[in-house]
């Protein structure tokens, strides 16, 4: 009889030995980006300084924009209005004329022989005489008139509340004035003259017609001078 044979169980598997498990390397952090310094506020007398400098040199340019624009209306030579300036005068005078009803005349005058005077001695010898002849147009009128270079040598006077007989007059006594002035170059004396020519201003005056009428009658003036020579 054959013997019962008692039924082993299976060893059990062995068991592994649980290893430790190696944690996985970590991720080095981007370095932070270094934060940019925050403006400081500029003390308050930094700021009133600045404050102060700017005004300053806001004023300047004020000023030089104010000298470059009148600088514009005036003759550099004779320190007078030039054509524009006396230009944009006769217009504010004829509006001003019309609408309080006021008067005034416009002379225009021209120089006789500066040209011979600037060939025979020079420039600076013709500047002499033109200021000389300013002179005496400064002398001749009151500090409510206006005297202008139109350029070269003729000239243009604004003058207030006159009648037509005593803007005549006064034309012949500015003409008179300057045939009484006399210069000495190299030894030599000369004489300039002038002759004028008048337009009235009244409450139908316009600037361009007035300055062709005085310039037509100074054209005439002039011929009539050249007879009586």
Request: glycine share 6%.
């Amino acid at each position: 009889m054959k013997k019962k044979t008692k039924a082993t169980a299976p060893a059990p598997a062995k068991r592994r030995k649980a290893g430790v498990a190696k944690a996985a390397p970590k991720r080095a952090r981007p370095a932070k980006a270094a934060a940019s310094p925050r403006p400081t506020a500029a003390p308050p007398d930094d700021a009133k300084r600045s404050v102060r400098r700017l005004r300053s040199q806001l004023a300047r340019a004020q000023a030089r924009i104010a000298e470059l624009e009148a600088s514009a209306d005036i003759d550099f030579l004779l320190d007078i209005p030039n054509r524009r300036g006396f230009e944009r005068e006769l217009h504010r005078s004829i509006a001003y004329i019309k609408r309080y009803h006021a008067s005034g005349a416009l002379i225009v005058l021209d120089v006789d022989r500066l040209k011979p005077i600037n060939d025979a001695f020079g420039h600076a010898a013709g500047d002499q005489v033109l200021k000389s002849i300013v002179a005496v147009l400064l002398r001749q009128i009151r500090s409510s008139d206006v005297v202008g270079r139109l350029g070269g040598d003729e000239f243009a006077l604004l003058l207030w509340n006159l009648s037509e007989t005593d803007a005549r007059a006064k034309a012949a006594a500015l003409e008179q004035a300057i045939d009484q002035l006399a210069f000495t170059f190299r030894g030599r004396r000369v004489t300039a003259g002038a002759s004028a020519g008048v337009a009235i201003l009244g409450p139908n005056a316009e600037a361009g017609r007035a300055m062709e009428q005085a310039d037509s009658a100074m054209y005439v003036r002039k011929a009539q001078r050249r007879h009586e020579a």
